[in-house]
């Protein structure tokens, strides 16, 4: 029989979250801001937004690095996981990561800007896509490797967090294609098959973390109970319905989903169930704790 203890302390809050939700954006709004000079093509109806893409990126990475700063409650914690690099540790490859991907974004602006090195851009669009995709993959593995907190102790994490980024992301560039009046039908093309992927995608992630909750270890179900008795609007309102589902209804049909308004809309309401799910699970996470 167990006995059930519950601790209501969650020392990783909402700087975190943030920052979770922050540095993924970034990453995939280098990536599409980078795609015309990567891959041409269909990529080329992205040039219009590609300069404020690559600002947003960088304006992001301002915010994200005092966030995780704040966190760690000192300057020298950030640089401890560089200065001692450990190779099985998320949080320093996290740290170079961030490090480097800030240094991708200021060189491509500069070689495509000011240093006139048309032959640097490929090679940085593709080395910053990767770093900028690869920094929700480790917040997710930063939560994975905590094999004490079995609701975070899954696979399922760092590619729930990467699928988040990419809608929010994709989210942020069609919002900016709209206010600056750049929505032609290949961008909405690129964006709606884009967006609905993602989403789609986090509908059935998420399905497989309900079935792990319901059916996992006892403290699976722990977690399963705290959500539902402490977050049931968090989980079910604003990320299933209001971030998973209304998406999807709204980019279903690609005909209605390519409109610029739906789009964008379908893009907000996604970008509130990415920002819900990983405050939810972070500070969830924390809480079960089974007694033998």
């Known amino acids: 029989m167990f006995e059930y203890g519950w601790f209501h302390i969650a020392?990783?809050?909402?700087?975190?979250?943030?920052?979770?939700?922050?540095?993924?954006?970034a990453g995939m709004s280098y990536a599409l801001s980078t795609a015309p000079d990567l891959f041409g093509g269909k990529f080329e109806a992205l040039r219009p937004v590609q300069t404020p893409g690559l600002l947003l990126a960088l304006v992001i990475v301002g915010i994200c690095a005092p966030l995780l700063i704040l966190d760690l409650g000192q300057p020298g914690r950030f640089l401890y996981p560089i200065i001692?690099?450990?190779w099985t540790s998320p949080l320093s490859w996290?740290?170079?990561?961030?490090?480097?991907?800030?240094?991708?974004?200021?060189?491509?602006?500069?070689?495509?800007?000011?240093?006139?090195?048309?032959?640097?851009l490929k090679p940085l669009a593709v080395v910053g896509s990767l770093l900028g995709l690869s920094m929700p993959l480790y917040t997710g593995l930063d939560l994975?490797?905590?094999?004490?907190?079995?609701?975070?102790?899954?696979?399922?994490?760092?590619?729930?967090?990467?699928?988040?980024?990419i809608s929010s992301g994709t989210a942020m560039i069609a919002l900016i294609a709209k206010v600056m009046g750049k929505t032609?039908?290949?961008?909405m093309v690129i964006l709606h098959t884009i967006l609905l992927a993602s989403v789609a995608t986090t509908f059935a992630l998420f399905l497989g973390l309900v079935v792990s909750l319901l059916y996992g270890?006892?403290?699976?179900?722990?977690?399963?109970?705290?959500?539902?008795?402490?977050?049931?609007?968090?989980?079910?309102?604003?990320?299933?319905?209001?971030g998973i589902l209304a998406p999807l209804g709204m980019l279903?049909?690609?005909?209605?989903?390519?409109?610029?308004?739906?789009?964008?809309?379908a893009g907000i309401a996604s970008m509130i169930g990415a920002f819900m799910v990983r405050e939810v699970l972070l500070v969830?996470?924390?809480?079960?704790?089974?007694?033998?």
Request: charged letters at 10%; glycine letters at 10%; proline letters at 5%.
């Open 11 to 25: 020392p990783w809050g909402a700087e975190l979250s943030i920052y979770f939700f922050l540095i993924g954006m």
């Open 84 to 86: 001692y690099f450990h």
């Open 94 to 120: 996290g740290s170079v990561f961030l490090v480097l991907f800030t240094a991708c974004i200021v060189g491509f602006y500069w070689a495509k800007h000011h240093g006139n090195r048309g032959d640097l």
């Open 144 to 165: 994975m490797v905590n094999t004490t907190r079995e609701v975070w102790a899954t696979p399922w994490m760092p590619v729930m967090f990467t699928v988040l980024s």
């Open 184 to 187: 032609g039908a290949d961008v």
């Open 217 to 242: 270890s006892g403290e699976m179900q722990q977690g399963w109970q705290i959500l539902n008795s402490q977050y049931g609007t968090q989980i079910w309102l604003l990320t299933f319905v209001v």
């Open 252 to 265: 279903a049909m690609p005909a209605i989903g390519r409109q610029p308004t739906i789009l964008v809309g």
């Open 284 to 292: 969830a996470g924390q809480l079960p704790q089974l007694f033998y």
